[in-house]
């Protein structure tokens, strides 16, 4: 444990520590195993070997036939539809040219599928969006596969994209990992007035096209979207848990730092393997320290409730058994140190300005609430995180993060938080568990109590809205949106019409065993909630005017029927549609195989 580390920080590793002792135990044992004295290549057979470089350029050739030459995968998520993944079109001619300099050699070993959330919402392609996670891991696995690599640099940004690249690597443990990002697009529209016209738009008082116009104005170029939604929170956590360079996380694409960045990590890779002298597997990097530190980040910065499956589901593959207990009680002792909209008005390029993840990561290592001590790929523990890259004339250097926040509208230190908790609270009552994001509700919206009206769809609530029957006080309950029901899909469409009648004045909650977006705003929305109704959870016995109480402050979620009464309902049955159209027929052994929300809702054995 890293000395002066905050007691109940360092009482939740333990604890983790202890409950994943033997599971951790048999990973490392079969990452140990792996680790080979040469290369993995040199016990292919001569006809396999050549097989693996058969399309290589001569000097390569020469170098892949030894064997004290490193060989780096490189796996990507790149398309030219998703502005976030774009600009990693060329990233792999740097990064072979870097690593090529540094006397390595490097292959393109494989492509993964990247989806946008942003553009599947209220989509029947939403229902792919979780599970594409998880394809995204066995396309990883299917990438590093051959036995010609010693190391692997992951080209990834949003969503499920690099919890499925992390958990995907982990399979491959003995292998050291660096991902590389891309970056945030400029700022638009600023977020306070896009919010503003989509609750206009929610009402009918502007049309398409002025969404459309507002809408363009924010996603407007290469680049991640700006908003800190799960895209923004995986780079910020990737860095905190050590597999960025310091400060890669929200350089801008297309800038010469960014070039010099990646192509830094190419040649970083090459010293974090076996044959570089400082070998670091990704299996040995990610252990408890490391996910402890993941969640304190996302709590201080109010990240995406995303991450209370994705955090939950990498770990596992890391042979650790991480809980909602875990995020809940390092809550309480992790400030809010961050305004970020969905949170706030500001963007990642605000926080970057004020003072970005040097900052940030400063601040919780001089107040305990990190692991000083854990591994990291940009040196030698996090304590080295607190720099900035900056290129001058020498090269690409670091230079110590600022003492003091440049905005503290956006950021702030650890003596004067935005709030004295972390961003995210678990719900539990005869409903089961659930989590709420409360680091975007303000504290008058944090407690309802009202009657149900519940909905099977999403698409069913946004007809009722537009009808005119929601003008009340309502807990809007949408079921049979768990990952065995129909995948789990984000309801984030349901946010402007609920904002809208919050405004209006009515006490208004959701409750749902779906998802929402990182994006979910002001309205307090308990999601996730487990088990769920398809699996015989309770929300499939809730009825339209039952009275429900959500208490996000104290962590209390009930239905108020008496308990005889509500245990000898009938469940409701789940909607009896097909699901045929958009590739939702293929994933049919997905929605069977997989696990509940609580343990990462993975379709992989845990």
């Known amino acids: ?107 393109f070993a494989g492509g993964v599928p990247a989806m946008c959330d942003g553009i599947t919402q209220g989509r029947a392609g939403m229902e792919l969006s979780l599970f594409s996670r998880d394809v995204v891991a066995m396309a990883t696995a299917v990438a590093l596969s051959h036995d010609m690599f010693d190391g692997a640099l992951l080209l990834g940004v949003c969503d499920k994209i690099v919890p499925g690249l992390v958990i995907g690597a982990l399979s491959f443990g003995h292998l050291p990992v660096i991902l590389v990002p891309a970056g945030p ?72 730092l960014r070039e010099a ?43 995406s409730t995303n991450h209370t499956l994705h955090l939950v589901a990498m770990a596992a593959a890391a042979g650790i058994e991480l809980t909602w207990d875990d995020f809940d009680e390092l809550s309480t002792v992790t400030p809010l140190l961050t305004r970020l909209y969905p949170n706030g008005t500001a963007d990642v390029n605000h926080f970057h300005a004020a003072g970005g993840t040097a900052f940030l990561i400063g601040e919780l290592l001089d107040a305990g609430l990190l692991h000083a001590d854990a591994r990291v790929v940009g040196g030698k523990t996090l304590a080295d995180y607190r720099a900035v890259p900056e290129l001058g004339p020498d090269g690409l250097t670091w230079r110590p993060g600022p003492a003091e926040s440049g905005d503290r509208e956006v950021l702030r230190p650890v003596a004067d938080p935005f709030d004295s908790h972390g961003g995210l609270h678990t719900v539990t009552g005869n409903l089961g568990r659930a989590v709420v994001k409360v680091s975007a509700v303000a504290p008058e919206h944090r407690v309802v109590e009202a009657p149900a009206r519940v909905f099977d769809s999403q698409q069913a609530l946004q007809a009722a809205f537009e009808a005119g029957e929601l003008n009340r006080d309502i807990v809007a309950v949408v079921r049979f949106q768990g990952p065995r029901a129909n995948g789990m899909p984000e309801l984030h469409k349901l946010t402007p019409p609920l904002a809208v009648l919050q405004d209006r004045g009515h006490r208004v909650a959701l409750v749902t065993d779906g998802r929402m977006s990182g994006a979910s705003g002001a309205v307090p929305a308990a999601i996730h909630l487990s088990p769920e109704a398809a699996a015989g959870g309770p929300l499939a016995r809730v009825r339209d005017g039952d009275v429900i109480r959500l208490d996000a402050d104290a962590g209390r979620l009930r239905v108020l029927v008496p308990d005889e009464e509500f245990a000898a309902r009938e469940p409701a049955a789940p909607p009896a549609e097909e699901q045929y159209g958009t590739g939702r027929e293929l994933f049919a052994a997905f929605r069977r195989a997989v ?5 990462g809702a993975a379709v992989f054995a845990s």
């Open 1 to 107: 444990m890293s000395p002066g580390l905050d007691p109940v920080v360092a009482r939740v590793t333990d604890r983790i520590a202890r409950r994943s002792a033997d599971r951790r135990a048999a990973y490392l044992e079969r990452v140990r195993d792996a680790v080979r004295a040469g290369p993995a290549r040199t016990a292919l057979g001569c006809a396999n070997l050549a097989h693996g470089f058969a399309a290589c350029a001569p000097a390569d050739k020469l170098r892949l036939r030894g064997d004290v030459t490193p060989n780096i995968a490189i796996v990507s998520a790149y398309n030219d539809m998703l502005s976030a993944h774009q600009p990693l079109q060329d990233y792999p001619a740097i990064l072979k040219r870097a690593i090529g300099e540094a006397g390595g050699t490097a292959q």
């Open 185 to 256: 697009m400029g700022s638009g529209l600023p977020n306070a007035r896009k919010a503003k016209v989509r609750k206009l738009y929610a009402e009918g008082k502007v049309g398409r096209a002025e969404l459309l116009e507002a809408e363009a104005a924010s996603y407007h170029s290469p680049g991640t979207c700006t908003f800190y939604g799960t895209a923004n929170s995986n780079q910020l956590l990737m860095e905190v848990m050590g597999l960025h360079l310091p400060g890669a996380s929200f350089v801008p694409p297309g800038t010469a």
């Open 261 to 303: 960045l990646t192509a830094e990590a190419g040649r970083r890779v090459l010293e974090l393997t076996a044959l570089g002298g400082g070998h670091t597997p990704i299996g040995e990097l990610l252990d408890e320290r490391a996910f402890v530190n993941g969640v304190v980040a996302l709590l201080a910065t109010g990240g």
């Open 595 to 599: 696990g509940p929300a609580e343990r």
